[in-house]
């Protein structure tokens, strides 16, 4: 087929000729005197917002594996910190006498759910609704193909939103900013919650800071897979990044926190830095990631934490 | 006072009055309409899109400042879409939400015209319709802005705030698609290609 006639094609095809109903005329004039659509031109700039800064970071699709195993809750008057251990591939609360190098990379010893879904079913929240919308999908093993539970999952307009409907805690006594892309997850299997998981990101000066908490008590395991897609979606192998540059900080609050920054993946390439803390405590695990943000503003935000 | 509130406020005072939003309405609905359609893939949505695409104009009141109102509508309907995308974690559409396919989408579109005077046309616009509609959803925006809205490259990429390179190269990218697609059969009958027939 060629060029011209596949212009031509399209041109004739798409022909704009859907004639709205003429009621719906009579509806917006109705709706423009009754109705105020300001937070829907916010929205639109606060897309516009949203696309600017996650113009590099979007380049590379993240996926974030956290490995959390143990059950029961422990209900502590205070917090118990765990040891955080920093190995070639990612970071965990177990000792490195105790780690298999091997079992970072080898996936078999892992359940690897499929993400996202298969969704079963989508709503948008009504007007007494604190979410927007909710999804339910199915978890599926990856290498087995097998369904091994459901997964619910609320998107919110707004952190504290979403923690005080979630029974979820704030870890900061400070919001660090603007959040986006706000997520509560519960999974669920044999009839039983096995999981909950609140994820946020928000815009910190040039950069962002995505912060995904999970109230279970064990121990904490994160690495970072990283699949680069191209302009179009498309994608090719996954690959690990690789830890380096660790570090400590003690917060003004007198917590010590590990910070490394991922290697070898596209955000490096591109001059963006990207640097973990895993906090694991007594009820539960807290994995802060910071794209593009300097050094000292990550110690400001590690400053705002209050666990 | 916060932006919010500010921003609300200006909303107000700014808003255009009635008669300007009908002839408004009556001269861009159809393009802004047909675009909803194609857009979303679902007549509920496409009606909810267009209103809120007008009022959201209407409130702003700077269309009629615009050289280019139509593009300007398309503008605001393309991001209101992907916001709401956006927001609901670009969730991957369900079968069990009533899509419209394309052969309802052209009979949707062609309401009051003559069938039977384009019933050889119809054919191949549904298979291009059809094959449209399966482009990636970054994809098909570009191709509808272009060739159904007559948006310029540079227009689509101010719309999406992207660099014209990557509306071209996203265009290149549908038109390939496009072409693997769209294929004749050795009757001389265009087909999409996994239903060309065996020519054995």
Known sequence: ?307 | MGEGDKQRDVTKESEMNKADAEKIITEYGKALHSFCLYCTQNKESADDLYQDTFLVAFAKDEIEQEANPKSYLITIAMNLWRNQMRKTAWRKRIAEVSFLDAEKLALIADEGRSVEEEVQRRQEEILVKKSVLELPEKLRLVVLAYYMEDMSIEEIASALQIPAGTVKSRMNKAKKLLKEKLQYGEDGIRYIAETIPDAR
């Not at chain 1, 003429?22 to 700039?45: A, F, N």
């Not at chain 1, 105790?98 to 709503?123: A, K, L, T, V, W």
């Not at chain 1, 919308?133 to 999952?153: F, H, I, P, Q, R």
């Open chain 1, 1 to 307: 087929m060629e060029k011209m006639e596949l212009d031509i094609l399209l041109k004739q095809s798409l022909t704009p000729d859907s004639q709205p109903e003429e009621g719906l005329k009579q509806t917006i004039l109705e709706r423009m005197e009754k109705e105020d659509v300001s937070e829907k031109i916010r929205s639109l700039e606060t897309l516009k917002k949203w696309r600017k800064r996650s113009m590099l970071p979007k380049v590379a699709a993240v996926v974030l594996a956290i490995l959390v195993v143990g059950t029961g809750t422990v209900y502590a008057a205070s917090r118990k910190f765990n040891q955080v251990y920093v190995h070639k591939y990612g970071v965990s609360t177990i000792s490195e006498d105790q780690y298999d190098e091997n079992f970072e990379r080898d996936e078999r010893e892992m359940e690897i759910i499929e993400y996202p879904g298969e969704i079963i079913s989508e709503e948008m929240g009504g007007p007494d609704d604190k979410w927007i919308s909710k999804s339910v999908s199915k978890l599926k093993e990856k290498n087995s193909g097998t369904y091994v539970g459901t997964l619910t999952k609320y998107m919110y307009p707004d952190y504290l939103m979403a923690v005080n409907n979630t029974k979820m805690e704030s870890i900061f006594h400070t919001i660090p900013g603007e959040a986006y892309q706000v997520s509560y997850e519960e999974e669920e299997r044999d009839g039983t919650t096995t999981c909950r998981r609140l994820t946020a990101s928000f815009y910190y000066h040039h950069g962002s800071v995505m912060v995904e908490q999970m109230p279970c008590e064990g121990f904490g395991f994160v690495r970072i897979r990283v699949t680069p897609v191209d302009e179009f979606g498309d994608s090719s192998a996954q690959y690990l990044l690789e830890t380096k540059n660790e570090r400590k900080y003690t917060s003004k609050s007198g917590v010590e926190y590990t910070l490394v920054d991922m290697g070898n993946g596209v955000n490096e390439r591109l001059g963006i830095k990207e640097t973990i803390v895993l906090i694991s405590y007594n009820n539960g695990n807290v994995l802060i990631t910071f794209l593009g943000i300097s050094e000292q503003d990550i110690y400001d935000v590690l400053d705002m934490i209050d666990l």
